[in-house]
């Protein structure tokens, strides 16, 4: 007969944690969602909403939040698409404004005698207001492509540098 050891016994009597269950999804959604914020957003709309219609404004001037979908839902491929045409000027532009910044800063370490005429430069640019520098870059340029991408290289070579 085989005589049991008392440590094995007690270790097979211990009882094991076990794993958490996964959660449900509408614990998650207790736990995750701020529902004060859900509710304000809601009712901002309903005022929102009732507003328009009580008092029988013009559409043009202020539309309902209906409307608003509406029409947004209506011309959604148009929106998809103008939204994907400026997410590539934004990351040409990005792409841009870091290599520059970046060849510049390579220079400036290697080349000391570069550094006080680059930094003017750069302080000259940096110290006018973007808000100056896109339209004139718009009547240089026109209307495509290449002067949102250089606002945004504008705006992104400084932290590079």
Do not use: C
């Amino acid at each position: 007969m085989v005589k049991e050891n008392p440590q094995i016994a007690q270790i097979s009597q211990i009882d094991f944690p076990s794993a958490p269950s996964a959660p449900s999804a509408v614990k998650f959604l207790q736990k995750r969602v701020n529902w004060s914020g859900v509710g304000l957003l809601v009712g901002v709309f309903v005022v929102w909403e009732t507003a328009v219609r009580l008092t029988d404004t013009p559409t043009y001037l202020f539309p309902a939040p209906t409307a608003v979908f509406r029409y947004l839902s209506s011309h959604l491929a148009d929106l998809l698409l103008a939204g994907g045409v400026t997410l590539l000027e934004a990351v040409a532009g990005l792409i841009l404004g870091t290599a520059v910044g970046l060849a510049l800063a390579v220079l400036i370490t290697f080349w000391q005698q570069l550094e006080q005429g680059v930094m003017s430069l750069a302080i000259l640019i940096k110290s006018t207001p973007i808000i100056a520098i896109a339209p004139i870059l718009t009547i240089w340029l026109g209307f495509g492509p290449a002067p949102k991408v250089i606002v945004t290289a504008l705006l992104t070579f400084f932290p590079v540098l």
